[in-house]
């Protein structure tokens, strides 16, 4: 399976952004779809997950309320709705698969994506 995550980019703090990620080829229905991200300077950090076939969703503490992820198994797309952006969202945020949320058991990765909330 291989992922293409897009929709990065420059926004103002307050605003929002849609980050995709797509999956070519077959997913498992108990595959958890996760968002990560990584500052500069900093380690990389869970953001947001669903499974692929499912309905709860998980989010880190500082995302909570901002963020949601959705899921368009006909396009085989996950998505990571973002508003209220801070400064401290800004960082290259990655998609990945895997059986758990622990980005060590992810067997793919999207290529990383860049967004940039100015102040």
């Known amino acids: 399976v291989q992922l293409q995550a897009s929709g990065g980019g420059l926004v103002q703090a307050g605003g929002s952004l849609r980050l995709s990620c797509t999956a070519s080829?077959?997913?498992?229905?108990?595959?958890?779809m996760n968002w990560f991200r990584q500052a500069p300077g900093k380690e990389r950090e869970f953001v947001s997950a669903?499974?692929?076939?499912?309905?709860?969703?998980y989010y880190a503490d500082s995302v909570k309320g901002r963020f949601t992820i959705l899921r368009d198994n006909a396009e085989n797309t996950i998505y990571l709705q973002m508003s209220s952006l801070k400064p401290e969202d800004s960082a290259v945020y990655y998609c990945?698969?895997?059986?758990?949320?622990?980005?060590?058991?992810?067997?793919?990765w999207g290529r990383g994506t860049l967004v940039t909330v100015s102040s």
């Open positions: 669903v499974r692929w076939r499912g309905s709860r969703s």
């Open positions: 990945a698969a895997g059986p758990t949320m622990d980005a060590l058991d992810a067997f793919s």
């Open positions: 080829g077959r997913l498992l229905s108990s595959t958890v």
